[in-house]
């Protein structure tokens, strides 16, 4: 497998960002179709779909982003690490599977009020409950009622209403806030709250650690989203939803040749990952958004103690400063020289899929 052109895109971007992002046919331009709704997703834990999830929603500005993960990592990015109190994705979707539920109005908040780097961003969150944990339960039970309503028509009715149930929700919530951009969190396993954001968005962004696991994870989120006899089609049946594409691959924690006279050069491991998950997508292209594997691999360096910092803090990636040192946990935590990099990476990604 060739990487070359991944690669080469990489050092033109760091070169000469603005100028060469703008010339059409030139190495930076993906050529990807335009979204304005995304699902961060892969079934495997700590790959970094909160952290990008937080940071996409920095970039982007005039978003709502929602966390339907229950361990609630991307609601503490945007909370500002502050208790939320109020309603949560979990009581926003409670009512499509108990029919004489009302529905809760104000579900998304400002993130200005909660994180001051949001400031005048014009940005929403619906942050996320531990009790979502308990939801894949609630929705399978929904779907096994709708499914033994006698009438068939109004059985494959009530699958829908369940199934789109979160992007109705979104589409509510939209016209409400003025904005038109989405991006949710997902959790690292399919059922319950991950399954309805497949049905809610246009694409998904798939980060894909630099380990075997993860590799494995995004060859098990393409079965789901192709195998008739997985959960996700074998839900749907014959009702035609729509089956969202891969828009990108973002591979995290990538590292860098340090030997002598090498410049943009991956290390080892990073580049044999590169290439498996190179494979991977060119044997799965009806599953992205174009048909060339070069167009959807994007790896971003291991963000190390920006990372630590970035979590702990709170701070968008974009906000950190080379040097700038703060205090973890009384330990001293630097932001490295790389976070530059790592911001242009962002940038990168933010600017081809919005
Ligand atoms: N390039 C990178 N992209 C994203 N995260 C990175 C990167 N490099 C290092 N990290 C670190 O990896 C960790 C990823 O954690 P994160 O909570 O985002 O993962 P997750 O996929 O949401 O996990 P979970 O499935 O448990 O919700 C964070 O500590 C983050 O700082
Ligand atoms: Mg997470």
């Known amino acids: 497998m060739n990487i070359d052109k991944i690669i080469a895109r990489q050092a033109a971007y760091y070169a000469n960002d603005a100028q060469l992002f703008q010339t059409r046919g030139s190495i930076l331009d993906l050529s990807l179709p335009k979204f304005e709704k995304y699902a961060v997703c892969n079934l495997r834990g700590g790959i970094g779909k ?10 982007s500005q005039n978003i709502l982003a929602i966390d339907t993960c229950p361990q609630g990592n991307s609601t503490a990015f945007f909370s500002g690490g502050q208790a ?17 539920m009302s529905f809760p109005s104000n579900i998304a908040l400002p993130v200005e009020n909660y994180n001051q780097y949001f400031e005048g961003h014009n940005s929403y969150f619906v942050p996320s409950s531990a009790n979502l944990y308990e939801f894949p339960t609630l929705l399978e039970g929904a779907l096994a009622q709708a499914r033994n309503i006698p009438v068939v028509r109004e059985a494959e009715r009530a699958k829908v209403q369940i199934l789109e149930s ?23 396993f399919f059922s319950g709250a991950t399954q309805l954001s497949w049905h809610a968005v ?8 630099t380990d075997q696991q993860s590799v494995d994870s995004l060859e098990l989120l393409l079965d789901l989203l192709g195998n008739p006899n997985r959960a996700f089609m074998r839900a749907m049946g014959d009702a035609g939803l729509s089956i969202p594409k891969i828009q990108m691959v973002v591979v995290t924690h990538c590292g860098w040749s340090t030997a002598p006279g090498a410049r943009n050069e991956p290390n080892n491991q990073t580049k044999i990952y590169l290439k498996k998950v190179k494979e991977l997508i060119s044997k ?18 291991d963000f190390l103690g920006s990372g630590r910092i970035a979590s702990a803090k709170q701070i ?15 330990q001293q935590v630097e932001v490295n020289s790389s976070v530059e990099k790592c911001q242009k990476q962002l940038s990168f990604i933010s600017q081809s899929i919005w």
């Not at 979707?93 to 029919?99: E, G, Q, R, S």
């Not at 246009?202 to 650690?209: C, E, N």
């Open 202 to 209: 246009d694409a998904l962004i798939v980060p894909v650690r």
């Open 316 to 330: 968008p990636i974009k906000c950190l400063r080379p040097n700038q040192s703060f205090t973890i946990n009384g």
């Open 50 to 59: 909160s952290t990008l999830t937080f940071n996409l929603a920095y970039d």
């Open 284 to 301: 799965n292209m009806q599953h992205f958004t174009t048909n060339d594997p070069d167009n959807h691999i994007v790896p971003v360096d």
């Open 166 to 188: 979160l992007k109705s929700l979104i589409e509510r919530e939209l016209k409400k806030l003025e904005v038109s951009r989405v991006i949710i969190d997902t959790s690292p």
């Open 84 to 100: 939320v109190t109020g309603v949560t994705m979990y009581d926003a979707l409670l009512p499509y599977t108990m029919p004489r």
